[in-house]
């Protein structure tokens, strides 16, 4: 039974998991899934039995760098007029930018007015996806945070650019922030890695999708369980994928 009152709390197992997502999702609206890997290894599966979006809004579009909002998808001329800076494009540095160059598509390293980094890709709406840099689409816009136990403790996220999705959702959003804000997710993965008895890798990934009368989108939101110093565990969104799913031709 759900009871919106209670938060979301730690979620450390499949049993926690249950029991925690229950207090604000009803679990039997979805079809599960359980496979093991190996003795170690588990994944669970819930896949919603009746897809459904978020509620039409403007915001579902808007991503906030820095504070600085944009709309995707948006050209790449209309994002460096914003203060935005590439300097990568599939790995490898750009020195001097040339948006009057071709390009298809590609993997960009953005840097914000604010000197802060995050990844995008662009890719070009022309002809068989021909034509000039400046007129690309940037589609994607990911956040990528802790990659280990010591960033978290310390919350050292170097030059990670601040960015909110759907108005209200960013790296210090709680699990229970994420359902009481977005609802129901399209699809939940939830996996966990034992090691001698004890799980040391506890993973869960949330998809929720969106649209509009142009383009449809989604987003992946990927929490971890990180231990705290005093070894209590907690729920961190570790990444977010958010991605405009370009018309294809």
């Known amino acids: 039974m759900n009871a919106p009152e209670e938060k979301i709390g730690s979620i450390t197992d499949h049993e926690t998991f249950k029991t925690e997502m229950s207090k604000r999702i009803d679990l039997s609206k979805y079809v599960f899934k359980h496979r093991s890997a190996s ?3 588990d994944s669970y599966r819930y896949e919603l039995q009746k897809e459904q979006e978020l509620k039409p809004s403007k915001s579902n579009f808007e ?10 998808p948006i050209t790449v001329e209309d994002l460096l007029n914003k203060g935005f800076d590439i300097i990568e494009i599939d790995s490898e540095p750009v020195y001097f930018l040339d948006v009057e160059s071709d390009l298809s598509f590609g ?15 662009a890719i070009n709406p022309g002809e068989n996806y021909q034509g000039k840099m400046k007129d690309c689409l940037v589609t994607q816009v ?17 030059l990670d ?7 209200k959702i960013s790296m210090d ?27 040391t890798i506890s993973t869960l990934q949330m998809r929720y999708n969106f649209s509009n009368k142009e383009y449809n989108g989604h987003t ?14 907690e729920n961190r969104i570790q990444a ?6 370009f018309p294809t031709k």
């Open 39 to 41: 003795a170690t290894l």
């Open 63 to 72: 991503v906030i760098i820095d504070g600085t909002k944009i709309t995707l």
């Open 107 to 121: 993997a960009l390293k953005v840097m914000s007015p604010k000197g802060n980094i995050f990844s995008a890709f």
């Open 142 to 158: 990911d956040s990528f945070f802790y990659e280990d136990e010591y960033e978290f403790i310390t919350n050292s996220v170097p």
């Open 161 to 167: 650019a601040e960015i909110k999705y759907f108005k």
């Open 173 to 199: 959003s709680s699990l229970d922030d994420i359902i009481k804000e977005l609802g129901y997710p399209s699809l939940m993965d939830y996996s966990t890695a034992e090691y001698k008895g004890e799980i």
């Open 220 to 233: 992946f939101i990927t929490l971890e369980t990180y231990k705290k110093e005093d070894g209590a565990k």
């Open 240 to 245: 977010i994928a958010y991605s405009i799913e």
